[in-house]
């Protein structure tokens, strides 16, 4: 059964510094996979979606690399800020089972002080 | 604005009693869904639907019932047969592409249920 984990489960940082989220699934045979911000009381944004065949996808301070044979993605941010505080979730889309829904991790909570 | 609409925003219930969450969407999309979200546990999937008059169980479905009768609609009644059902309530919905796999996923802002 496909896992998916997100290392560490909460991270503080200082305003101004660069910092990865890290994402491990265990099944590499992914059709795609996709971050998401969410704010306290709030529903999902998505940020980026990497289809299988990807490495990599950017938008903005925001970067999302894909490595499907070591099970792993992760997200830059760079110089980071206090808005950018939120919880951050990964979430896989199997690749041998079309029709089936979204798995989650749990989730890395980020806090930016200024 | 394209979106997805969950109402009630807050819901507060008596032991007992049912009560349907709303959930539509003006994005066109075939697949829809309903997740649970507790603290420390992260999001698990109730139901989905990938299109009308279709739906599948997910990990908790137990105490749940769905409907999708429209496109653009996919309702969620928490029954009196759900034992804890206070929890925040997130609905999202997606495009299909060939072979039936889903792509890019969004949500509504989702609604919190407490039980009284």
């Known amino acids: 059964k496909q896992e998916v984990t997100q290392i560490p489960a909460a991270l503080s940082v200082p305003e101004g510094e660069n910092l990865v989220l890290n994402c491990s699934f265990t099944?590499?045979?992914?059709?795609?996979l996709q971050w998401f911000r969410q704010d306290p009381g709030k529903g999902l944004t998505s940020l980026l979606l990497?289809?299988?065949?990807?490495r990599e996808q950017t938008s903005g301070r925001l970067n999302a690399s894909l490595d499907k044979s070591s099970g792993r993605s992760t997200l830059y941010i760079a110089a980071s800020q206090p808005g950018d505080s939120a919880t951050y979730l990964c979430?896989?889309?199997?690749?041998?089972?079309?029709?089936?829904?979204?798995?989650f991790g749990k989730g890395t909570t980020l806090s930016v002080s200024s | 604005d394209g979106g997805i609409t969950q109402s009630p925003k807050y819901l507060f219930r008596k032991e007992g009693q049912n009560v349907t969450l709303s959930c539509e969407q003006n994005?066109?999309?075939?697949?829809m869904y309903w997740y649970r979200q507790d603290p420390g546990q992260g999001l698990r999937l109730i139901y989905y639907?990938?299109?009308?008059?279709?739906?599948q169980k997910g990990d908790i479905a137990e105490g749940y019932s769905v409907s999708r009768e429209k496109k653009e609609s996919f309702p969620l009644t928490v029954t009196s047969a759900q034992k804890n059902p206070t929890a925040f309530y997130l609905c999202?919905?997606?495009?299909?592409f060939g072979g039936g796999y889903t792509g890019e996923l969004f949500f509504g802002e989702g609604s919190r249920l407490t039980v009284l």
């Open positions: 999202a919905s997606s495009s299909r």
């Open positions: 099944d590499s045979a992914i059709y795609n």
């Open positions: 990497i289809q299988s065949s990807q």
């Open positions: 979430a896989v889309n199997l690749a041998n089972q079309a029709g089936t829904a979204l798995i």
């Open positions: 994005l066109n999309h075939d697949a």
């Open positions: 639907s990938q299109i009308v008059n279709d739906f």
